[in-house]
């Protein structure tokens, strides 16, 4: 087990990192996106017609992002696949762009999506390489656990290439998002069919509502990821990766 410390005090937390498997969350736990999503959607936009400035854009996806995902788990009970994931974001862009004539949103929403299909889109947060290395080492089994779509797969491929991508569990692929439990009993049936013992798991991740609480309610482990100080009452919370070393 990992002891835990406190990233503002440096003292010892009573939290471990259990035994058995270690799944992170990808976006905002592994990965970012770079340029930000404001700045990718303000420059496509631009080309597109739209005025809107990046903080307008801003504000408005995460309005969008944060309406359309509700209404998923509302109206599907979390399922989903790749068709679903595909239109789920087209609507998001048509949502934030509403200055964009809608016979130009599809070739927009098309630009939007290859983009962040691209490895070269994102990089890795500056504490995860040095935290996996140490985690493999040890012998830890390791695999990520994300909503998102098939595009993840070459982007952990270039990434993440110590992660065999046959642990890596995606929605669109096993049939629902996070936190529908759904997504975790699939998760570990896969991990059972690789031969990966399943009686603990742990999920790390930044969103509390699909990682932290979404990952308790299938009984798993789970620890938040707060970066951003939002939650500093909560436990098991980390602020970096690094405190897992």
């Not at 595909?86 to 630009?111: H, N, Q, Y």
């Not at 982007?155 to 992660?163: F, N, Q, S």
């Not at 990821?225 to 939650?231: G, H, K, N, P």
Request: proline share 5%.
């Amino acid at each position: 087990m990992a002891e835990l410390t406190d990233a503002n005090s440096g003292r010892s937390r009573s939290q471990l990192l259990p035994d058995g498997v270690v799944l992170f969350d990808a976006v905002g736990t592994l990965l970012r996106p770079e340029p930000a999503v404001a700045e990718a959607y303000a420059a496509a936009g631009a080309r597109y017609g739209s005025r809107l400035s990046r903080t307008d854009i801003d504000a408005a996806f995460r309005r969008v992002f944060t309406a359309e995902k509700a209404a998923d788990l509302r109206d599907n009970e979390g399922r989903t696949d790749e068709a679903r994931e595909r239109e789920r974001w087209r609507a998001i862009v048509a949502g934030v762009f509403d200055d964009v004539p809608a016979e130009r949103r599809d070739a927009l929403f098309e630009e939007l999506w290859n983009h962040f299909a691209a490895p070269s889109s994102w990089r890795l947060f500056d504490d995860v390489r040095p935290m996996l290395k140490r985690l493999i080492a040890a012998g830890r089994s390791v695999a990520i656990a994300s909503n998102f779509d098939r595009r993840l797969t070459p982007i952990v491929a270039t990434l993440l290439p110590e992660i065999p991508l046959e642990r890596v569990f995606v929605s669109s692929l096993v049939g629902y998002r996070k936190p529908a439990t759904g997504f975790f009993r699939a998760s570990e049936r896969k991990l059972v069919e690789l031969g990966i013992t399943t009686k603990s798991c742990t999920l790390i991740g930044d969103d509390i509502d699909e990682d932290f609480h979404g990952a308790q309610a299938a009984n798993w482990q789970a620890m938040l990821l707060d970066r951003d100080d939002r939650y500093p009452g909560l436990t098991p919370r980390i602020r970096s990766l690094d405190e897992l070393l």
